[in-house]
């Protein structure tokens, strides 16, 4: 008996040895423990810091290279539409003097008509072999001789192609400064008589440019491909042979658009510039951004990050040492939180479900519908003050139709004891908003509704629905929601034993136009000619771009008599002229019918049949074009 409760005795005093060894490691555990968090901590909130930086700097980055890249390619546009319009003024002229056999007296009235109603052109010039100018638009002054001129001898080269000169100065007027486009004048049998030229004011042309941008950290110039300066925007008078050498990096891919950094001295601001050429002109734009506004804002944005992640690491290095001191000092006296476990099990559970829902609004409601909290949100924005719903019923809290709907998802949460949600549409102040409502189970006797305003994505998934169907240029419905329509017409005609007919049109001259007057009057074009096709049809019917200048129309109840009238409807309707801009264009139009079931059954068949039909009125009848 004695060595048993011994051994018992021994026994004891080891379990004993063994808790307070593992009390005394506890502490210290719990220590290395909140170290090691904080140590992980301090390293997240480093990298953290680092990568918020990095990913605003690039985010910067990319803003300010796609805006002087965009810059750039639209102020080239601009200036070679400006160019386009003096070479066509140019090459019009030049027919009339062949028509007229060299009669200076008939063409000086005409010159002088072809300089107004284009403000950048100051002068026109008829110059003969001698470089003499014997007709020209300065009224009482001796004609000069430009025999030196780069432009006219560049035309002594015999190449039939206009050209843009280097600025210089006039020589009747010292101190004003232009360029020259001109082109040489030859005779039926190809050989040159004359150089027929249009000084155009730099002024003006810059003052273009700035049309595209109200930047005011935005400077662009237009150069030669050897780096001369034809014109700067904000304009800038230049010497004649001035150069840009600031970047010779970049002057062997001028021919490509492209992007560069250039780093002036301290005293200059460094600057983001891209370029974009005139391929028709040899020509390049340079479009550059002062970059001091941008790495201001990395800056502040450093300064911003590095001060809220320090109070961050402050504030977390404090509570990590007040958690530490509290958990530490009640390490044995866990047992007698059993009652605040069960409270905060209660809080955890509400916690949980308001985490799950992320919620813009908290309402909690009794199983008989009382509102017992409320809790609103920042970004909700709803009117909803709370004095008009703690205590309240939400039949009379809320409106009719949203109040039935709420009590019986309230209901069904109770019972299944399970989250439900639903979605409602509401007009708040003439606006129609959307919000998700989400019901939360708390206990038994209320549940936690989360209301999230959910009208932004509402808005963005209708705008993606729509992007994918239509044509942005035409707003019409493109080819994948014509698909469908002419399916669904289809389908309605098989059924309703009803003829249903495809037009299938294609524009003729439409590459003329879009040539010779540029691509925004082509686009202007498609959209008056999409304008007028929808102003001609039925609005039961459909039509939609499918591609380029093809248009279709899939006319419900039509058989094929109908079909033709129509046809010769829509061709009247885009046959007639068109205003683009100063210009007046006009053009036909080619029409394939294919009615169903005759021609087809299937999409694919229609869509083929009318095809093949409007290719062959398009070959029996060439449609033409004329811009004035």
Known sequence: MASESGHIRTGREHDSSESEAESRHSPVLFICLLLAFWLAGLAYLGWSYADSNRQYQSFGQQQI?????????????????????????????????????????????????????????????????????????????APPNVFDRDYFQ??????????????????????????????????????????????????NLSLSLSEVTDNPYLRSVVIHPGGEILLSSPYVSTQPGQRIDHVPEAQQNFYSPGQVIIDYAPEEAPRQVAFNPLSNWELIVLAGEDRRPLLNDFAAFARDQQLRHSLIALVGTLLLIAIGWLLYRRLQA?????????????????????????????????????????????EIGLPLPP??????????????????????????????????AFEHQ????????????????????????????????????????????????????????FYDRLGQAIASAQRYQQPVSLLYMDLDGFKAVNDSLGHSAGDQLLQEVAHRLQNTVRGSDTVARLSGDEFALVAHQCAHERACKLADKLGQALAEDYQL???????????GIAVCPHDGSSPDQLVRAADQAMYKVKYERQGRTTAV
Not at 337 to 354: C, P, T, W
Not at 398 to 416: D, F, I, N
Request: glycine share 4%.
């Open 65 to 141: 290279e796609q805006r002087t890249q965009l810059i750039a390619q639209m102020q080239s546009e601009l200036i070679s539409s400006r160019l386009e319009a003096v070479d066509q003024s140019l090459r019009t002229l030049r027919q009339y003097i062949l028509t007229i056999d060299n009669d200076i007296e008939a063409l000086e009235p005409l010159l002088r008509a072809q300089v107004t109603p284009v403000p950048h052109i100051t002068e026109l010039l008829y110059i003969d072999l001698q470089g003499d100018v014997v007709a020209w638009t300065v009224p009482d002054e």
């Open 154 to 203: 560049m035309h002594l080269q015999g190449e039939d192609r206009p050209f843009v000169s280097l600025p210089m100065t006039a020589r009747i007027q010292e101190q004003t400064s232009f360029i020259a486009v001109s082109r040489p004048v030859l005779d039926e049998a190809g050989n040159m008589i004359g150089v027929i030229a249009a000084a155009l004011d730099l002024e």
């Open 334 to 378: 866990l047992a007698r939180l059993a009652e605040g476990e069960r409270a905060l099990a209660a809080s955890h559970q509400r916690n949980k479900a308001i985490v799950r829902a992320l919620p813009d609004l908290l309402v909690t409601v009794s199983a008989q519908g009382k509102v017992l909290d409320y809790e609103s949100g920042e």
């Open 387 to 420: 004095h008009r719903f703690l205590g309240q019923h939400i039949v009379r809290a809320l409106p009719k139709g949203l109040a039935r709907k709420v009590q019986e998802y309230v209901r069904l949460t109770l019972a299944t004891e399970r989250m439900h």
């Open 426 to 481: 509401l007009a708040i102040e003439g606006e129609e908003r959307y919000f998700e409502v989400r019901s939360a189970p708390l206990g038994n006797d209320a549940a936690l509704l989360i209301i999230l305003d959910i009208t932004a994505r509402k808005t963005a998934q209708k705008k993606l629905q729509w992007q994918a169907t239509h044509d942005s240029l035409t707003g019409l419905p493109n080819r994948v929601l």
């Open 581 to 591: 801009g100063p210009h007046r264009a006009s053009i036909t139009v080619s029409i």
